[in-house]
Each structure stands twice: as C-alpha cells, then as structure tokens.
C-alpha cells in the first residue's frame, strides 16, 4: 500500500513571497502519477499540477512547479509571487501507473496554506 | 467543461437512517470514486467502480454500498447512517488514464457535507 505524508498541517507566508509545501510518499512501485490539489473554501478540489515519474524533468503551470525527487520520494510544490487566492487546502496525491483499472488517488492529510496581505 | 454533479450540498439525516449520495458525471468516463474528507485525515476512498455495474472496495468501505447501474451515475449508500459516518463526501469521475498530462484529470464534485444525529 501507499502512504503519502504531508508534515506540514499548516502554513502563512505574506502576499508575493514564494512558499514551499513538502510531501513525500512511500511505495514499491515504478511507475506512478503524483498530484498536487488545492481545495478553497468553496470546497471544490482543483488540480494544480501533476507529474508521471518517468519523466525527470520537473512540471511547472505558471507560478506552480514542483521538485520530484524520485529517489528521495520526495514531491515538493513551490507557489511563487504568492496571490491572496492561492489560499487553501493543499493536498499531495499518489496513483499507481493505470493499467485496466484505476485504483484512484492516495492522498496526504493536507496542508492549510494562509497567504496575508 | 467537465461536471461532475452531487445532489445535495448539506444533508441532515438521523441515526438508523437509509441514506443516498448521488453522483452524476456528464464526460462519460469510465471511472468514478466516492472519497470521505475529515479534517487532519485528507481523503480517504471508500468505494470506485471502473465501469458499469463493477465496484470495488478502498480503503475504509465498511458501513457503506455502492451502485452504479449507468455510466453516469454511481451512488453511495449508507445501510444504516451512524454518527462516525458524519464527514465530507466527494464525489470524483475521470476517463481511461487520468493520471497522464495527455488526458484529462480526475475531476471532483462540490461535495456533500453529511451530518448524522
């Protein structure tokens, strides 16, 4: 099975500034999806980004990119030029590469990201 | 614009209660998945069903049925409503390989916010 951690419960970085929220997982497998999610108080869950691990160059969408560290399990997010609607839940994600049937996401417990102004 | 739809928003239901959870997807995807959220646990799946009429368990399914009957529509059925069953229901649908950055993603429903008393 697999495990996807999220150390950080709760983060608050000032309006502009770059904010890093860390993840790492734990699995046996090779082949794989990783997500990063964001939930507003809207409760609707947006995807920000994703990464397949057989590729090594990082994913980037606009200020959204990420540092997937293969060996380390390690899928961090970097907001920068933070915006006042990038606050959130952020939750890191894990799928097993589908092959014929989807086993869905593994998700961490989630990140509270505040961004002040 | 993919819509993933859940029927209500808020619902108030009593102990001992037969309850329904209904979601509809207008993308025609093969996959659907019914997740509970509850704070400092993130997402946890209950129940998917990769095409009609197959359903398979996630990690916490006890005290909980499925049904998907149509491609559209996959339900969650609480035999008997407890008060631990009180949480956040997400409803999420996505086609063959949403995993890949060449399809389209796992897309999510608002959610339902069930209180059992």
């Known amino acids: 099975a697999q495990t996807v951690t999220q150390s950080q419960p709760e983060m608050s970085v000032q309006e502009a500034e770059t904010v890093t929220l860390s993840c790492t997982y734990d699995?046996?497998?090779?082949?794989?999806?990783l997500f990063w999610y964001k939930q507003p108080p809207s409760r609707q869950m947006i995807l920000v980004i994703r990464?397949?691990?057989?590729k090594q160059q990082n994913a980037t969408e606009n200020r959204f990119s990420v540092n997937f560290q293969k060996a380390a399990k390690s899928f961090s997010l970097k907001i920068s030029d933070s915006q006042l609607g990038d606050t959130a839940m952020y939750f890191c994600?894990?799928?097993?590469?589908w092959g014929g049937g989807a086993d869905g996401l593994t998700f961490g417990k989630g990140t509270h990201l505040i961004i002040q102004p | 614009d993919v819509k993933v739809t859940q029927s209500s928003r808020y619902l108030v239901k009593r102990t001992g209660e037969k309850v329904f959870l209904e979601c509809v997807q207008d993308?025609?995807?093969?996959?659907m998945f019914w997740y509970r959220q509850d704070p400092g646990l993130g997402l946890r799946l209950i129940y998917f069903s990769y095409d009609v009429k197959m359903k398979e368990k996630g990690d916490i399914p006890e005290g909980y049925s499925v049904s998907r009957e149509k491609k559209e529509r996959f339900s969650l059925i609480l035999e008997s409503a407890s008060t631990n069953q009180t949480s956040m229901y997400l409803c999420a649908s996505g086609g063959r390989d949403f995993g890949s950055s060449y399809n389209s993603p796992l897309h999510f429903g608002n959610g339902t916010r069930l209180t059992v008393t």
């Open positions: 994600a894990f799928m097993k590469h």
């Open positions: 699995t046996s497998e090779n082949n794989y999806y």
């Open positions: 993308m025609d995807h093969e996959n």
């Open positions: 990464q397949e691990a057989y």
